[in-house]
């Protein structure tokens, strides 16, 4: 399919094919027929991206720190590469489109396929042929409404929002300072609400539009005396409600809104705009000021936005979903007339051009625009709907089909991590990468030199010349893929955690046994390897603290405290569906590290949350673990949310046979005994990605057993289970 993209890099708007995104659960895969360019928000975004770097860097300084701490971390070549990398890639636009529905995923009963509707969200309602959006996002387009004016909802939406800040009342009167898209959009709702509207904009031409879309007064900033008109308009009274819909560096918005207001009036703020309030007239007014926040209520809630989790009417009366039905319901009604401010229609592949008038104004002599509308296409034959697509064309001798890989996901830390290790693999093969984002697929392949891109796993799993898959997928993920895998008889390295449940970690075990059950010609024991992505063992620090203790006779106890930060309750790694929490998806890492260290098993775990218990419940985000192991040996986890944030992640002290090593989160390394210390350093954190990546695909070459032994992984991933299992009931639990 065909979806306008902006280049990191230089900035230059491409229409590219890309896989058509997929059908995921909660999601409505719609087929575009109309989006709408946002010219002020997304003329700022292209611009951003057409800065030189270093005008970037003087723009974002916490962007630039950010780096600093990679490379304090990981070191100036891994940081460059994953730079490039960013900056090689490209982003989507848009946010506002109108199509028909392809398809529904799982959940979803508010449409069906074949409805026309109207979509929202950045990285959701792009610029595309195809866009996958979550249902709530997604609002069915009454009879009557033609696409291109549905195509406005979001955009109506953020105007509504602004307009219910406001609450305006019959008969009011209020200003809208900024007459480009949004604030003609709230000129003619104001209007529909009975309100008195004043138009205030330093263009002639957009003041112009406002007066014919309904205003009662639209006045020039800088020609008019914008404050005595007012002042006579409204007799001396003032204006009841300002809603500033401008965007400019400049305070001067929200001190004409304060010099234009009556006594106890309100100001909101929809656009961007200076923020220095001038204390004399709000406060000698005593003026109540708001933000809009985007489309409604639910904007920015994960659990709302992604996971389709609506606010009941009763306590939310106006959602972001709802707004959007509203701005719709208003058009059906004739009461918004969009046509007086479309301006511009162009094709999905003039959308440079559609750009350039927006971001070149001398390349279209100072042409002047407002609704831009990109067209796809009327017809069911519009567009194509490849789940796949070809990046690369493959070249040189061809590797074994054991070494010929398959990428489940590729998030930021596959790209980060995994990928540059797996690349630089000799003889391998990197042949197809999916995730559910088309764009990112793309750009991941293009970046890591794959063959394909595609959206569908099943063309990862099903294809005999890919020999070994990586799954780096969400949690949730995890299960499905693996046991899809090794049905095919891959060779499957799964990023932790192995499975989220019990029942799917008996269902691995049951199909791993399957499958290493029969014995043939052409199969040995280790023809089929999975193994987790438990990578602290292999750092080299930890390969010291093994040699170390290899002739230790006593039982060890080991101390691994966690300053893992606070993670928000509502992120997806720590909803229990999806990402299992913090325990099953991340101190599986610590609990490997143990068992490495100890040779022994974990027989017995004890888990209590930081301040008080609540009963039945699993706050994972401050807990203290007491593991017994079967050799005898004491591991106590601390992980903890409630640090300081500059505090080194991971400290392990390790006692065993009158000897002690303390590891500083695997950079610094001390060994003590007999008196005598010895210290080793690196640079920067080696957590040992490198290493179990080249561990991994040695034993898939070469045909020998796993890094990491699947029981070793079974009793990790059980491990985990029975610590959420104890911090739930309050006693220790069995492994």
């Known amino acids: 399919m065909k979806q306008v993209t902006q280049q990191n890099k230089t900035g230059e708007i491409r229409v590219e094919n890309v896989p058509v ?21 997304e003329r700022a975004s292209v611009e951003s ?11 974002q300084p916490e962007l630039v720190a950010k780096v600093f701490e990679q490379v304090r971390q990981y070191g100036v070549l891994q940081t ?26 799982e959940g ?5 396929a074949g409805d026309r509707v109207a979509c929202a969200g950045a990285g959701y309602a792009n610029h595309a042929e195809f866009v996958s959006v979550p249902k709530n996002l997604c609002v069915v387009i009454p009879r009557g409404v033609e696409y291109e004016s549905a195509a406005y909802a979001t955009l109506g939406a953020i105007a509504l929002q602004g307009i219910r800040q406001a609450n305006p009342a019959i008969g009011e009167t209020v200003a809208v300072i900024g007459l480009g898209l949004i604030g003609q959009l709230a000129v003619q709702m104001l209007k529909a609400n009975g309100c008195a509207v ?56 929200v001190q004409l809104a304060g010099g234009l207001c009556r006594e106890k009036g309100r100001v909101v703020l929809v656009g961007d705009v200076g923020l220095q309030l001038p204390r004399a007239p709000y406060y000698m007014k005593e003026l109540d000021f708001r933000l809009s926040r985007s489309y409604g209520p639910g904007r920015y809630d994960a659990a709302y936005e992604e996971r389709g989790q609506d606010y009941p009417v009763g306590y939310v009366r106006w959602t972001e979903n709802r707004n959007m039905q509203e701005f719709l319901r208003l058009v059906a009604q004739k009461k918004i ?36 509308i990109l067209h796809y296409g009327d017809t069911d034959g519009k567009g194509r709907a490849d789940t796949v697509i070809t990046v690369t064309e493959r070249s040189g001798k061809p590797s074994t089909a054991a070494l010929s890989v398959g990428f489940l996901g590729a998030g930021s830390f596959a790209q980060g991590m995994l990928l540059p290790h797996v690349r630089r693999f000799k003889d391998i093969s990197m042949t197809s990468v999916c995730t559910a984002n088309g764009l990112n697929a793309a750009n991941v392949a293009r970046s890591f030199g794959f063959q394909f891109a595609t959206t569908d796993a099943k063309e990862i799993l099903t294809r005999e010349n890919i020999g070994t898959v990586f799954i780096t997928a969400r949690h949730n993920l995890h299960a499905p893929f693996v046991l899809d895998a090794l049905k095919a008889g891959k060779n499957v390295f799964v990023e932790k955690p192995l499975c989220l449940t019990i029942g799917e970690l008996k269902d691995i075990q049951a199909a791993y046994a399957k499958l290493h059950s029969s014995k043939s010609a052409l199969r040995t024991p280790y023809s089929t390897l999975l193994m987790v992505g438990f990578n602290r063992r292999f750092s080299p620090h930890a390969e010291q603290v093994k040699k170390f203790f290899e002739d230790a006779v006593g039982p060890y106890a080991i101390q691994y405290r966690v300053s893992a930060g606070f993670v928000p309750a509502s992120h997806w790694t720590r909803e229990p569906v999806e990402g299992g929490g913090r325990i099953v998806g991340e101190v599986c890492h610590f609990v490997d590290f143990m068992q490495f260290v100890t040779g022994s098993k974990p027989v017995r775990v004890y888990a209590e ?15 203290a673990i007491t593991i017994s192991f079967e050799d005898g040996s004491i591991g106590v986890i601390s992980y903890l949310a409630n640090g300081d944030a500059s505090v080194p992640k991971e400290f392990i002290e390790i006692t065993s046979t009158n000897r002690t090593a303390v590891l500083e989160n695997f950079q610094k390394l001390a060994l003590y005994q007999n008196g005598k210390k010895l210290e080793f350093k690196h640079s920067t954190i080696e957590k040992g990605h490198k290493e179990e990546i080249r561990q991994f695909l040695f034993a898939v070459r070469d045909g020998k057993p796993s890094p990491i032994p699947f029981e070793s992984a079974v009793i990790t991933t059980l491990t985990t289970f029975r610590i959420v299992e104890s911090l739930k009931s309050g006693r220790p639990i069995a492994v």
Request: glycine share 8%; with cysteine.
């Open 49 to 59: 991206r057409k800065m030189s770097l270093w005008q970037r860097a003087k723009r």
């Open 609 to 623: 949350p930081l301040g008080k218990r609540a009963a039945g419940a699993a706050d994972d985000d401050s807990v």
């Open 337 to 372: 007339d969009l046509a007086k401010i479309t301006t511009h229609r162009f094709d999905i592949e003039q959308a440079k051009s559609a750009y350039a008038l927006i971001s070149n104004p001398r390349a279209y002599k100072h042409e002047k625009y407002l609704g831009i």
């Open 21 to 41: 995104p997929a059908v995921k659960e909660g999601h409505v895969l719609v087929r575009v027929r109309r989006s709408v360019i946002s010219a002020g928000t």
């Open 80 to 105: 460059y590469r994953r730079v490039q990398a960013r900056l090689e890639a490209t982003t989507s636009l848009g946010y506002s489109v109108a199509g028909d529905v392809v398809a529904v995923g």
């Open 198 to 253: 004043i138009g205030i904009d330093l263009d002639p031409w957009n003041v112009k539009i406002a007066k014919d879309s309904g205003a009662d007064l639209a006045l020039v900033r800088g020609v008019a005396d914008v404050k005595n008109i007012v002042n006579s308009f409204t007799k001396g009274v003032g204006v009841d409600a300002v809603v500033i819909t401008a965007a400019t560096k400049s305070n001067d918005p």
């Open 108 to 112: 979803v009963s508010e449409c069906k």
